[in-house]
Each structure stands twice: as C-alpha cells, then as structure tokens.
C-alpha cells in the first residue's frame, strides 16, 4: 500500500501457475523490467521520466506496479489498470486508491464488494435463528483486518443483525463482538512473498 500512496498507480496481476517455480518466475519478471537497481539508479531514472516498476508477489498471485512515466512495462503489459479506477482484488480485499472527505487522495482497504454481499446475507440470515452469544462469535470470525472502510462495512452489517433482531424481538448484538483495531499487516504479506531486493518487496 505504501507503493500506491508514493504514485505507484498503474498495474497488472497475475498468478504463477501450478507447477512452476515461483522464485524462477520473481527472476524472470525482475530481468525482464530491469528492476533489480539501486535506489540512486532508480532516482536517476525518475529524474530522467523514467517510471518506477516495482514486483510484489504474495504466494502465486503477483502484482506489478508503477508510478507515470517512460518505460517497457507499458508497452509489453496489454491489460494495465489505473488504481484509482479498477481496485486490485486480492484474498477478498479490495484495494484502491481515492479521494476522502478531505478532498486528497488515500489507499482504500476495503472487503471486496461481492465478499461483503456474502458475508452481509449470511449473517444477516442468522440473525434471528441464532443467540447474541453464537453471532458475537459469528463476528469475530469474520477473517478481515478491521481498515477504516471494513471497520464501516462491518458496522452495517451489525446494524441489519440487529434490525432483523429488533423485529423479531430479539436482544441486540453488540459492537463489542468487532475488532475495532487491527495487527499490523499488510493485504500482500506472506509465507511466500517474494525475495526483498530493490524493486521486488515482499507486502
């Protein structure tokens, strides 16, 4: 996330495929955009408007990224997406770039739209067959890391619990099931991340 906030907007993903090695194809994606420089070459280049591609690999799924500018990944890479328009999907989270009520653009972590559908039917059909204690436990189940937008989204889903509670006569749930604060990690961390090197870091 921190790419996205320091310009890296344009991107393509991708999986490697059962069987092949995915440390042979960190090696072959990283020749291939000549990403593995230093961080003066790298400065050089953005002086020069040369755009800065970096490589983020999190088991198979891979994502390579890059800020404005001249360079190879723009003219091999047939199906770049622009951050701020098409979010990357990834282990359920959408991830994107866009502008706050403050008018300036921020990193956006949010469950996926069709994730959040789901998740909000299933619970909200629990909601007046359960009892409080067995939909706190619902909640807190919930796999998501609680960023700003899940913690709003998750919020509303606790509100239609209970307004189906509400109709039924049932006791509320409380927001105390929610964990309101989250571990420090990021959507891209992982066993398998790729090597930590200049242009390809592990998230």
């Keep these: 996330m921190d790419l996205i906030q320091h310009g890296h907007l344009f991107y393509v993903t991708?999986?490697?495929?059962?069987g092949k090695?995915?440390?042979a194809v960190d090696r072959k994606l990283i020749e291939r955009y000549g990403l593995n420089i230093s961080k003066w070459a790298r400065a050089r280049r953005k002086a020069e408007g040369v755009a800065s591609v970096q490589y983020v690999r999190c088991g198979r799924f891979f994502v390579l990224i890059a800020t404005k500018g001249r360079h190879e990944f723009f003219e091999a890479e047939p199906n770049i997406a622009d951050v701020r328009r098409r979010p990357i999907r990834f282990a359920g989270y959408s991830i994107s770039y866009r502008?706050?009520?403050d008018r300036r653009f921020h990193v956006s972590v949010r469950?996926?739209?069709d994730e959040y559908l789901k998740l909000k039917s299933y619970l909200v059909a629990l909601a007046a067959h359960r009892s409080v204690e067995n939909l706190m436990a619902e909640f807190q189940r919930v796999p998501f890391e609680p960023y700003a937008p899940v913690r709003r989204q998750l919020l509303n889903i606790l509100r239609a619990v209970n307004r189906v509670r509400g109709a039924a006569g049932f006791e509320p749930v409380s927001h105390s099931c929610l964990r309101l604060s989250r571990r420090v990690v990021r959507p891209?961390?992982?066993?398998n991340a790729a090597p930590e090197r200049e242009g390809a870091e592990p998230r």
Excluded at 188 to 191: L, N, R, S, T
């Design 14 to 18: 991708g999986h490697v495929p059962d």
């Design 21 to 23: 090695d995915p440390a």
């Design 99 to 101: 502008r706050g009520v």
């Design 111 to 113: 469950i996926a739209p």
């Design 188 to 191: 891209f961390e992982g066993v």
